[in-house]
């Protein structure tokens, strides 16, 4: 195995030398692309590599007989090894780091023989090997070469290094588009991503091989992710996000690290979004150096933007089981994308992540796939959609049921929902009946447009009997018990069914006839709501039994009325 060729390093251990090996420690986050370069160098019987996570307990490792140590932000952690590293390199070895200069509060610079700051555009031959190394194709031989390079520079042993031969770094471009069927089974030594869209689109265009077609005429979905997911070769779930919308008769355009210059690769040569929906996986801002370039771009792009999330799946507290995602992950994976106006956040893969060598394991969630992709599809199609064919319903507070509860923490709710509803108007809705004022839509809504307890079956009846031509909905029973058989998985109808009884029922108990209404001519589900054209304002359903308040609206438990 590929990882049987890295020597980890927890706890203390000594390396034996030899003039016929070189002995290379490197200390860094993802030791997946070393792991493959020793094990296909072809001076591996003659380079041994130990790989130390910057995770690591430091406390007891040491680095006798080391040639090589080479550091990435190594910046606390050399409270713990710096004694060890300056004595190594007193006895011979090459010390090398990248970035723990920018905080040297910690390391002492002077020990070492090369520091490199790490910033972009990269200068050294250390820093273009560094940041461009990976798990596969181009990628993979500048991490063989990166270990050539280092054994025969630094290594000090020329008797058996002066003979071996190493390749200048391809660099990676910061950006670029990638797609699965772009990989190359005979030749591993070519890039397969595509630095402009005009080359990618032309080849999507483009096929002697049974593969998707690009065609403008459908839904295009893009999608951006992070480089590191390229260079680890941890694109399982990319590549199923792509299967999936393929399946389903969409374009795709996939990136990594696009989200930085979403004008280059999501836009045409006439300035107008190629993509109609995009689905990222970006953490943090968007635009990390820049958030507000990535803000204005997200608003010219002007399309859904949704958050696929990869969650890490050994997570040791109890309760991230019931969040979906750890709690440590939240701030930067959910919050601060939320910022920028992204949103719909779903779990879609999970890294298996083993902080002992390093490496990172992704698995697409099947069903959490389908359900992203048909999502990102339904919110391409409604952008598709001209606004005066689109219906809307805003939904609004009303907790507790009942005319003096339209409201949100003292909030001008009704207010609100008349801006709302002229400005829809002026955008192209089709909006008909707007109130002159926020009082006579309050007045609307407290006729039509409230929920009304068990407790309370004369307010029921009288806005039943009341009925207008914009307020509320009448759904026969006969009709509903159709949909519900016909459109609720199993075993969801079981629960709601356990929990509230069957709505059609003779003897259902009246705390259980939430919004049920009967007269001479049957049953009718009550929809409230009030209508003006297409837009629909609609309260939030109540959700629990009337005896209990928070229930009512706050349970995710209790499972919803057969009303809602």
Same mark, same amino acid.
């Given at each position: 195995?590929?990882?049987?060729?890295?020597?980890?390093?927890?706890?203390?251990? @000594?390396?034996? +030398?030899?003039?016929?090996?070189?002995?290379?420690?490197?200390?860094?986050?993802?030791?997946? +692309?070393? +792991?493959?370069?020793?094990?296909?160098?072809?001076?591996?019987?003659?380079?041994?590599?130990?790989?130390?996570?910057?995770?690591?307990? /430091?406390?007891?490792?040491?680095?006798?007989?080391?040639?090589?140590?080479?550091?990435?932000?190594?910046?606390?952690?050399?409270?713990?090894?710096?004694?060890?590293?300056?004595?190594?390199?007193?006895?011979?070895?090459?010390?090398?780091?990248?970035?723990?200069?920018?905080?040297?509060?910690?390391?002492?610079?002077?020990?070492?023989?090369?520091?490199?700051?790490?910033?972009?555009?990269? @200068?050294?031959?250390?820093?273009?090997?560094?940041?461009?190394? &990976?798990?596969?194709?181009?990628?993979?031989?500048?991490?063989?070469? /990166?270990?050539?390079?280092?054994?025969?520079?630094?290594?000090?042993?020329?008797?058996?290094?002066?003979?071996?031969?190493?390749?200048?770094?391809?660099?990676?471009?910061?950006?670029?588009?990638?797609?699965?069927?772009?990989?190359?089974?005979?030749?591993?030594?070519?890039?397969?991503?595509?630095?402009?869209?005009?080359?990618?689109?032309?080849?999507?265009?483009?096929?002697?091989?049974?593969?998707?077609?690009?065609?403008?005429?459908?839904?295009?979905?893009?999608?951006?992710?992070?480089?590191?997911?390229?260079?680890?070769?941890?694109?399982?779930?990319?590549?199923?996000?792509?299967?999936?919308?393929? &399946?389903?008769?969409?374009?795709?355009?996939?990136?990594?690290?696009?989200?930085?210059?979403?004008? %280059?690769?999501?836009?045409?040569?006439?300035?107008?979004?190629?993509?109609?929906?995009?689905?990222?996986?970006? *953490?943090?801002?968007?635009?990390?150096?820049?958030?507000? %370039?990535?803000?204005?771009?997200?608003?010219?792009?002007?399309?859904?933007?949704?958050?696929?999330?990869?969650?890490?799946?050994?997570?040791?507290? =109890?309760?991230?089981?019931?969040?979906?995602?750890?709690?440590?992950? #939240?701030?930067?994976?959910?919050?601060?994308?939320?910022?920028? &106006?992204? /949103?719909?956040?779903?779990?879609?893969?999970?890294?298996?992540?083993?902080? !002992?060598?390093?490496?990172? @394991?992704?698995?697409?969630?099947?069903?959490?796939?389908?359900?992203?992709? $048909?999502?990102? #599809?339904?919110?391409?199609?409604? %952008?598709?959609?001209?606004?005066?064919?689109? %219906?809307?319903?805003?939904?609004?507070?009303?907790?507790?049921?009942?005319?003096?509860?339209?409201?949100?923490?003292?909030?001008?709710?009704?207010?609100?929902?008349?801006?709302?509803?002229? *400005?829809?108007?002026?955008?192209?809705?089709?909006?008909?009946?707007?109130?002159? @004022?926020?009082?006579?839509?309050? !007045?609307?809504?407290?006729?039509?447009?409230?929920?009304?307890?068990?407790?309370?079956?004369?307010?029921?009846?009288?806005?039943?009997?009341?009925?207008?031509?914009?307020?509320?909905?009448?759904?026969?029973?006969?009709?509903?018990?159709?949909?519900?058989?016909?459109?609720?998985?199993?075993?969801?109808? +079981?629960? =709601?069914?356990?929990?509230?009884?069957?709505?059609?029922?003779?003897?259902?108990?009246?705390?259980? *006839?939430?919004? #049920?209404?009967?007269?001479?001519?049957?049953?009718?589900?009550?929809?409230?709501?009030?209508?003006?054209?297409?837009?629909?304002?609609?309260?939030?359903?109540?959700?629990?039994?009337?005896? $209990?308040?928070?229930?009512?609206?706050?349970?995710?438990?209790?499972?919803?009325?057969?009303?809602?």
């Amino acid at each position: 195995m590929i990882l049987c060729a890295v020597v980890f390093l927890l706890l203390a251990q @000594n390396v034996s +030398a030899g003039e016929n090996q070189v002995n290379i420690t490197f200390i860094c986050y993802d030791g997946s +692309a070393l +792991a493959t370069a020793e094990e296909s160098n072809p001076y591996n019987a003659s380079i041994n590599v130990t790989y130390i996570s910057g995770y690591s307990d /430091f406390s007891n490792v040491t680095f006798e007989n080391q040639d090589i140590v080479f550091s990435y932000m190594l910046w606390s952690q050399f409270e713990d090894i710096g004694d060890d590293l300056e004595s190594a390199h007193k006895n011979g070895t090459a010390l090398i780091d990248i970035t723990s200069m920018i905080d040297p509060t910690y390391i002492n610079t002077s020990s070492y023989d090369k520091i490199f700051a790490g910033t972009s555009p990269y @200068n050294s031959t250390e820093e273009k090997f560094f940041y461009n190394m &990976g798990s596969r194709g181009v990628l993979k031989k500048n991490a063989e070469n /990166f270990l050539t390079y280092l054994a025969k520079t630094y290594g000090d042993k020329p008797e058996l290094t002066d003979s071996w031969v190493y390749e200048d770094p391809i660099e990676f471009p910061e950006a670029g588009l990638y797609h699965p069927d772009t990989r190359s089974s005979t030749n591993e030594s070519q890039p397969d991503w595509f630095e402009n869209t005009t080359d990618y689109l032309e080849w999507y265009s483009n096929s002697t091989e049974p593969r998707h077609i690009y065609d403008k005429s459908k839904p295009t979905i893009g999608i951006w992710f992070h480089a590191s997911d390229y260079t680890g070769d941890n694109l399982e779930v990319i590549d199923a996000l792509i299967r999936d919308l393929e &399946g389903k008769g969409c374009n795709v355009i996939a990136g990594f690290d696009t989200f930085n210059d979403i004008h %280059k690769f999501y836009f045409d040569e006439n300035g107008e979004p190629l993509v109609q929906c995009v689905i990222s996986l970006k *953490s943090f801002r968007l635009n990390y150096e820049d958030p507000d %370039k990535g803000v204005q771009e997200l608003e010219d792009l002007d399309v859904p933007v949704l958050t696929g999330l990869v969650v890490t799946a050994n997570s040791t507290d =109890v309760a991230d089981s019931n969040r979906g995602i750890p709690n440590d992950e #939240i701030v930067y994976k959910t919050l601060l994308p939320s910022i920028d &106006g992204i /949103f719909e956040y779903i779990v879609i893969g999970t890294d298996n992540y083993d902080s !002992e060598t390093g490496e990172s @394991n992704y698995e697409p969630l099947p069903s959490q796939i389908d359900w992203m992709v $048909n999502r990102s #599809i339904n919110w391409a199609e409604l %952008k598709s959609k001209a606004n005066e064919d689109k %219906k809307v319903a805003v939904i609004y507070y009303n907790y507790p049921s009942g005319k003096d509860n339209i409201v949100a923490n003292y909030l001008n709710t009704t207010q609100s929902m008349l801006d709302l509803l002229n *400005s829809m108007n002026e955008s192209g809705y089709e909006v008909s009946g707007i109130p002159d @004022n926020s009082s006579a839509l309050m !007045e609307m809504l407290q006729n039509q447009g409230i929920n009304v307890g068990s407790w309370a079956p004369g307010v029921l009846n009288e806005m039943v009997e009341n009925k207008t031509e914009w307020g509320l909905q009448l759904i026969p029973m006969e009709t509903y018990k159709e949909w519900f058989e016909s459109e609720i998985p199993e075993n969801l109808r +079981a629960n =709601v069914t356990a929990e509230w009884g069957e709505p059609w029922s003779e003897d259902l108990p009246q705390d259980k *006839s939430v919004m #049920i209404y009967e007269n001479e001519t049957g049953k009718y589900i009550v929809i409230p709501t009030v209508r003006f054209g297409n837009i629909w304002l609609m309260p939030q359903p109540a959700r629990g039994t009337g005896q $209990n308040n928070d229930t009512l609206y706050h349970s995710n438990v209790v499972p919803p009325h057969t009303s809602t």
